[in-house]
C-alpha cells in the first residue's frame, strides 16, 4: 500500500525545514495575539485552545455563564477561517439532530428517494453548547463522530471534514436536569479546561473591546483550513528524544493507584489513573506548545505545562477522598511535582 508523501509523518520531517517551522511559529503567535485582543484576560485559556486545535484534539470547556465560551469559539473559528456550527443541548435533542439524518426528497425528474442531510457536526469547528443538558443517547451520537471522525447512518459512513475540533461547554453549578458525560467518553477530550473569572483589569477591557460589538463577527483570519492542516503536520515531526518519552510514560504511570514508585500518600487517593490515550495526548500537545515556543523538539516543560489539562478529567478519586475535600486538580498538582522531581 502506498503511503501518500503529504501526510506521512516520516517523509514530512525529512522534507521540514527551518523556513518551516519558523513560519509555523509566527502564524501561531499571531494567532495567539489576535485572539488575545478580543478574548481579553485569558491569555493560557486561549494557548491551550490552540495547542488542543493544532493537536488534533477536542476540548471541553467549563466555567460559568458569561464568560465568553461560546464568543471564544467565534473568534477561533474565524481567526482560522474554517466553518462553524453550534449545538445548544436540551433534554430533549435527539442524536440525528446532531448527525444528521434522512429526508425523502423529490429529484428534478420526479423520482423519490431517501438522501442523507448532514447534521451541524459535519462543520470543522463544532461548538456543543452545554453539553452535559443532553441526554445520555445523544451524548452518545458524538463518541464516534470525535473518535473515527465520521458519522454512520444506515451502515453507510460519512467522512467528516478536516480539520475537525469539538469544543464542548458544560456547566458546574448547576446538577438539576444534567447528565454528567461518562469516563468513555471524557476521555476523547484531549484537554479539560476551566474558564476563570477575569481580573478587574480584564473587565475594564472589556468595556473597550466588546461593549457594544461583538469584534469575533469581524475578526480576519490569520490563516486558512489548509494551513491548520500543514501546520498539524509539521507539528508530528517536532523532534521526542528518548527522555521525554520515558518522562511521558512515567507520568501516566504515576498515576496509577497501583504502579510502583508512586507516592503511597497520593496513591491512595486515586481509584482509576490516565488512559493510554492521555499518553498519546500529552505528546501530541506538547509537540505544538514547543512548535509555538520556536522549538523543534519537545522538552519536559512542554510536557509537565500540559500535564494538569490532559489529566484532570481522566483520573477518578476515591470516594472518602472527595469527601475529606480533595479534588483532582490538587492531587494532580502533587503528582506533576512530584514526577518532576524524580525526573
Same mark, same amino acid.
Given at each position: 500500500? +502506498?503511503?501518500? /508523501? *503529504?501526510?506521512? /509523518?516520516?517523509?514530512?520531517?525529512? +522534507?521540514?525545514?527551518?523556513?518551516?517551522? !519558523?513560519?509555523?511559529?509566527? &502564524?501561531?503567535? *499571531?494567532? #495567539?495575539?489576535?485572539?488575545?485582543?478580543?478574548?481579553?484576560?485569558?491569555e493560557s485559556l486561549i494557548t491551550h485552545l490552540i495547542t488542543a486545535v =493544532?493537536?488534533?484534539?477536542?476540548?471541553l470547556l467549563e466555567g460559568l455563564p458569561g464568560l465568553g465560551k461560546t464568543h471564544l469559539a467565534k473568534a477561533l473559528a474565524a481567526a482560522l477561517g474554517l466553518q462553524w456550527a453550534r449545538v445548544q443541548c436540551t433534554p430533549d435533542l435527539m442524536p440525528a439532530d446532531i448527525t444528521g439524518g434522512e429526508i425523502y426528497a423529490t429529484a428534478a425528474g420526479g423520482a423519490?428517494? =431517501?438522501? =442523507? #442531510? /448532514?447534521?451541524?457536526? =459535519? *462543520?470543522?469547528?463544532?461548538?456543543?453548547?452545554?453539553?452535559? #443538558?443532553?441526554? /445520555? #443517547?445523544?451524548? !452518545?451520537a458524538l463518541l464516534e463522530a470525535m473518535q473515527e471522525r465520521q458519522v454512520t447512518h444506515a451502515l453507510v459512513s460519512h467522512r467528516l471534514p478536516s480539520p475537525f475540533c469539538v469544543l464542548a461547554t458544560q456547566n458546574p453549578i448547576e446538577l438539576e436536569g444534567t447528565y454528567p458525560l461518562p469516563e468513555a467518553q471524557l476521555d476523547r477530550f484531549m484537554f479539560k479546561l476551566t474558564v476563570p473569572f477575569p481580573d478587574r483589569v480584564a473587565l475594564r477591557q472589556m468595556l473597550d473591546v466588546s461593549l457594544d460589538t461583538e469584534p469575533s463577527d469581524t475578526l480576519h483570519s490569520v490563516a486558512g483550513a489548509a494551513d491548520v492542516l500543514r501546520i498539524t503536520q509539521l507539528c508530528r515531526t517536532v523532534?521526542?528524544?528518548? &527522555?521525554?518519552?520515558? *518522562?511521558?510514560?512515567?507520568?501516566?504511570?504515576?498515576?496509577?493507584p497501583d504502579a510502583s514508585g508512586t507516592d503511597s500518600s497520593l496513591r491512595r487517593h486515586i481509584r482509576y489513573g490516565a488512559s493510554p490515550r492521555a499518553l498519546q495526548a500529552v505528546v501530541r500537545a506538547a509537540r505544538v506548545r514547543a512548535l509555538m515556543a520556536g522549538r523543534a523538539h519537545v522538552d519536559v516543560d512542554d510536557l509537565e505545562a500540559l500535564a494538569l489539562p490532559v489529566l484532570r478529567h481522566r483520573i477518578l478519586l476515591r470516594l472518602e477522598s472527595e469527601l475529606d475535600g480533595m479534588d483532582a486538580d490538587a492531587t494532580l498538582t502533587s503528582i506533576i511535582n512530584a514526577w518532576r522531581a524524580r525526573l
Open positions: 500500500m +502506498s503511503t501518500d /508523501p *503529504a501526510t506521512d /509523518p516520516a517523509t514530512a520531517s525529512a +522534507s521540514a525545514t527551518d523556513n518551516d517551522y !519558523a513560519d509555523a511559529h509566527r &502564524r501561531l503567535q *499571531a494567532l #495567539r495575539t489576535l485572539l488575545g485582543q478580543v478574548i481579553v484576560g485569558q =493544532f493537536a488534533g484534539g477536542h476540548v423519490s428517494s =431517501f438522501e =442523507f #442531510r /448532514p447534521g451541524p457536526v =459535519f *462543520a470543522q469547528l463544532v461548538l456543543v453548547d452545554e453539553i452535559n #443538558r443532553a441526554t /445520555p #443517547r445523544t451524548q !452518545a523532534l521526542l528524544a528518548e &527522555r521525554c518519552k520515558d *518522562a511521558a510514560v512515567d507520568l501516566i504511570l504515576a498515576t496509577q
